[in-house]
């Protein structure tokens, strides 16, 4: 389980990376921090700031974006399947051995 669990981060969190990477070059090329103005106002950070806290906007757009495919990449057994073990399924729980179907 744990394996699943960080085989799926790295899912995400990797191209995420690579992505922001690639967008903060160019974005940033195009883009002049000086320049950046906010409701009216300019920015008042430093160069450095403005690369970073881009750097990590973007990481997280694409965190988002691949975080929103790994979920629609599930199949229906994952989705619908019961993570609990058959004898610990709460009474009335459908999937529970020992309760009918359909009485």
């Not at 690579?18 to 090329?29: K, N, Q």
Request: hydrophobic fraction near 45%; proline fraction near 9%.
């Amino acid at each position: 389980m744990m394996q699943n669990l960080t085989q799926r981060l790295m899912w995400v969190l990797w191209p995420s990376f690579l992505t922001a990477s690639v967008a903060v070059g160019l974005f940033f090329s195009c883009v002049d921090p000086g320049d950046i103005h906010i409701f009216g106002a300019p920015i008042e950070v430093s160069r450095m700031t403005a690369y970073s806290v881009g750097f990590f906007a973007f990481w997280a757009l694409g965190a988002i974006s691949s975080y929103l495919s790994c979920m629609l990449a599930q199949s229906p057994f994952e989705v619908n399947r019961c993570t609990l073990e058959p004898g610990e399924r709460p009474p009335g729980c459908p999937k529970r051995p020992d309760e009918a179907c359909c009485e």
